[in-house]
């Protein structure tokens, strides 16, 4: 089953007020709340604030969406701790991260090593909270390709560790779709970001509907996960409670949709 809500990076230059109430306005149940955009790192009395106030309207904390990055820092337990005690205080069940800065293909092997050893730390940190680490599913990094991304878990070997999925551009249907099932039988799929792009441009979700209707085919309706949607044409509100009715109506019409 899956749980609709939205990316609070979607309204990036608005504020979590507007987050919040763009969440009521189209009856969506969960959020992840953004580390550049609307909770910086350390700040755990807005975190804690932040979920509170997300739980009192009938919403749920879906993550935390950090834009930490393997192999940009020079001491990783440190670096990654004001990320951590913000998502303690959300009680967020995951920290999203970035699988580096750069095309896998490029990566040697002694820096997909440390890549990984990196992962594995951060990774043994939230556990001692309680909280997953997932990789963002993203071009230009370690998750760009099904193939890599397969490897590099294997490489980090941390039980902690798991990743997003978002359909992106970088990669055709096939591919997309056997992404998510390399990962469901793993048991590594955790939420879905939601969108629909043609050509590298935003689009309407309506007219991504018969793909959204495809990739979940490929997911295990017996689990339950959160599917976020995020890049709104425009950015507008309108758009964005247009794309919302349409991916409830998609998940009701699969029966996918969290009761």
Known sequence: MIIPGLVSATFKTESPDYVLDALQKADLHAVEWSENWHIPAGDTHLAAELRERTLAQGAEVAAYGSYYRLGENVSPEKDFLPTLQNA????????RIWGGGTASAELDAETRKALAAEARTISAMAAENGIKIALEWHKNTVTDTNESAQDFLDEAAAENLYCLWQPTVALNMTER?????????????????????????????AEGLDEWRQYLAHVDPAKTRYGLLEFVLNNTMEQFLADAADWKALLQSTDMIQK
């Open 88 to 95: 303690a205080a959300l009680h967020a069940p995951l920290i």
């Open 177 to 205: 779709c056997a992404g998510l099932d390399m990962l469901e039988r793993r048991g590594r799929l955790l939420n879905l970001h939601v969108y629909y792009w043609l050509e590298g441009k935003r689009r309407p979700f």
